[in-house]
């Protein structure tokens, strides 16, 4: 694990760096850095992939300025500065898909394009379900919300230690997008300005955000791409990882040969 300070020194950041070639950023949602590293392990062998942790998960310090998904945005914009990435390709699932169209519509000439994998952050009204909590719902069926295949890849935590993590993991995701929940009430309309590539992953199974969410997501994104991910809930990186990883690596390989825009 590596760590750099950013902003004059206002904020550090653990992130960890794996492989060589056309780079590519992942961002975490609430299940926290461990739900990225089978995708970034995958994805190493031909792509260089930088997996930094939100500052307030995992026992990594907060400063009280950064509470914000914008101020996310902005602290991972000022990483690939450091890091000097060219044509960098941001995929984030669930709230870390939130940050990286926060981090496209910047305008940073460094951003080759952005995947989303099963994200949140559009006001899912007038007409779509709301964005489910699920936290607010009894344990036994929070797997059901968020796995095509909860017995097979719902890991429960085991140790004192790993529930108290998860805990304030998700206390930690409440500081940055807790009020309004999961969403930005202006986002909508703001990705409508969005000029760069953008590709949108969905596992189909997803009863936390549903497939009409992701379908308007993706619909509120001038030409991106749709993508359907069968047999897998809101974590498509984990439950169906040869397919994410190979349709990310040819979406981030086809950005790192284009001209910017």
């Known amino acids: 694990m590596k760590k750099m300070q950013v902003l004059a020194g206002s904020a550090e950041l653990a992130f960890t760096d794996l492989g060589n070639g056309a780079a590519i950023l992942l961002l975490h949602g609430g299940a926290g850095p461990a739900s990225m590293v089978g995708l970034a392990e995958a994805l190493s062998a031909s792509h260089r992939l930088i997996l930094p942790v939100h500052p307030g998960f995992d026992e990594r310090p907060r400063p009280e300025w950064l509470h914000t998904i914008h101020d996310l945005a902005t602290i991972y914009l000022a990483l690939i500065e450091r890091l000097d990435l060219p044509r960098v390709t941001l995929v984030g699932n669930s709230a870390g898909g939130w940050i990286a169209a926060e981090m496209a519509l910047r305008r940073s000439p460094r951003i080759a394009g952005i995947v989303l994998l099963n994200a949140v952050g559009i006001d899912p009204k007038p007409t779509g379900k709301p964005i489910v909590d699920p936290l607010g719902v009894p344990p036994a069926e929070r797997a059901t919300l968020a796995?095509?295949?909860?017995?097979?890849?719902?890991?429960?935590?085991?140790?004192?230690?790993?529930?108290?993590?998860?805990?304030?993991?998700?206390?930690?995701?409440?500081?940055?997008?807790?009020?309004?929940?999961?969403?930005?009430?202006?986002l909508r309309d703001r990705l409508a300005r969005l000029d760069v590539p953008a590709m949108v992953l969905?596992?189909?199974?997803?009863?936390?955000?549903?497939?009409?969410?992701?379908?308007?997501?993706?619909?509120?994104?001038?030409?991106?791409?749709?993508?359907?991910?069968?047999?897998?809930?809101?974590?498509?990186?984990?439950?169906?990882?040869?397919?994410?990883?190979r349709l990310v690596a040819e979406f981030a390989d086809g950005q790192s040969q284009s001209k910017p825009f």
């Not at 796995?147 to 429960?156: E, R, Y």
């Not at 998860?166 to 409440?174: C, I, V």
């Not at 997803?206 to 509120?220: C, P, Q, T, W």
Request: proline fraction near 8%.
């Open 202 to 245: 969905w596992g189909a199974s997803d009863r936390i955000v549903e497939i009409e969410y992701g379908l308007s997501f993706a619909a509120s994104m001038p030409g991106a791409r749709f993508e359907t991910v069968a047999e897998a809930g809101h974590f498509p990186q984990i439950e169906k990882l040869d397919l994410t990883s």
């Open 147 to 186: 796995f095509h295949d909860p017995a097979t890849f719902a890991a429960a935590p085991q140790t004192p230690e790993a529930l108290e993590r998860l805990r304030r993991n998700q206390q930690a995701l409440m500081v940055y997008a807790g009020d309004p929940f999961m969403h930005d009430p202006t």
